[in-house]
Nanobody, 122 residues
Framework: QVQLVESGGGLVRPGGSLRLSCVTS????????IGWFRQAPGKEREGVQC????????YGPDSVKGRFTVSKDSAKNTVYLQMNKLKPEDTAIYYC???????????????WGPGTQVTVSS
């Protein structure tokens, strides 16, 4: 059974850092893309980072460029989202999900985890 579970969220001050983890099971991590997404209250879900299957190419929007980085440890079946220089507008529930490739359409991702809350506030 495919399963993804996020952890590592919390309360952090502006300018601070957090590292989120997405522990996966039920599939071979290197054969799939893993996307990180977030959703703030009243807003659309948006992709923040995605690491592709195969070549491991990384995709992400300009809003997090230079601040967020995705990586994976295949031996631990875990994908990480390192978030630096956090801003209040980064406050959201963060999710990871699986897809064949890093599609721009999040509806093509599956097996969403329960999410982890990130709050950036002074």
């Amino acid at each position: 059974q495919v399963q993804l579970v996020e952890s590592g969220g919390g309360l952090v001050r502006p300018g601070g850092s957090l590292r989120l983890s997405c522990v996966t099971s039920g599939f071979v991590l290197d054969n799939y893309a893993i996307g990180w997404f977030r959703q703030a209250p009243g807003k659309e879900r948006e992709g923040v980072q995605c690491i592709n299957s195969g070549n491991g190419e990384i995709y992400g929007p300009d809003s997090v460029k230079g601040r967020f980085t995705v990586s994976k440890d295949s031996a631990k079946n875990t994908v990480y989202l390192q978030m630096n220089k956090l801003k209040p507008e980064d406050t959201a529930i963060y999710y990871c999900a699986i897809a064949e490739f890093c599609y721009s359409d999040y509806s093509r991702f599956d097996s969403w985890g329960p999410g982890t809350q990130v709050t950036v506030s002074s």
